[in-house]
């Protein structure tokens, strides 16, 4: 009885604990939506959730453990639309334009979603595996292989089609999605800068839907090499 009566409390400790973790992780991507992720601290997200920060340390190694899981969020959601982009297309070329597209407006729908990944990819891998709990990085691995695999998969068909050439398909896709994740802050910032005349520099506007047809051309042309 005793047992019992200790494994019961002990499954609704971690069932808590687990509410309190996703609590917590949707406030951070609220926050996010809201603000930007530079814009957010720990502090924010604790009164956010009506907590201590203290109590936030209790159930993550840190921000960045934080800001992986809540990338997490928005990669199951990226990799859904990815799913449906390359399902409305037969042909591997049409249907890597259509990913690089589902891509390109996630992120610039969701600006937070590149920001989050450019902070943490800014940091050198040891110096993130060490304050990420193994965990975390396998959850955030995860996420991000599913949507490569799905773009993955349609450079094989092109390939098996004859339509394209890929001697390795992930390092293609690793280098579209950070290549990608560059253009998007181009996208954001909206500008380019060139010279109006020798030594004269001038800006320019960019819409956001040019910088997404570059990212779809560059796509189908790294197919080819």
């Known amino acids: 009885m005793t047992t019992t009566a200790t494994d019961g409390r002990r499954t609704a400790a971690a069932s808590r604990r687990r509410e309190r973790r996703a609590e917590i992780i949707a406030a951070t991507r609220e926050l996010f939506d809201e603000r930007g992720v530079r814009d957010v601290q720990i502090e924010d997200v604790a009164r956010s959730v009506g907590i201590n920060r203290a109590i936030i340390y209790r159930h993550f190694s840190g921000k960045e453990e934080l800001f992986a899981l809540t990338l997490c969020g928005y990669l199951d959601e990226l990799d859904a639309q990815l799913a449906e982009a390359v399902a409305r297309h037969r042909a591997p070329m049409a249907q890597l334009a259509a990913a690089v597209e589902a891509f390109a407006d996630f992120g610039i729908a969701h600006p937070a979603f590149v920001d989050c990944c450019l902070t943490l990819m800014r940091r050198p891998g040891p110096e993130l595996l060490d304050e990420v709990s193994e965990s975390a990085m396998f959850r ?30 992930y390092q293609l896709i690793n280098t579209l999605y950070a290549a990608g994740l560059g253009s998007l802050q181009l996208a954001r910032l909206g500008i380019t800068v060139r010279p109006a005349s020798p030594g004269i520099p001038t800006v320019v506007a960019l819409p956001a839907e040019q910088v997404k047809a570059y990212m779809v051309e560059t796509a189908k042309a790294l197919t080819r090499i």
């Open 140 to 169: 955030l691995g995860r996420g991000i292989t599913g949507c490569m695999e799905k773009m993955a998969a349609v450079v094989e068909r092109g390939n098996a089609d004859g339509e394209m050439k890929v001697e390795d398909p």
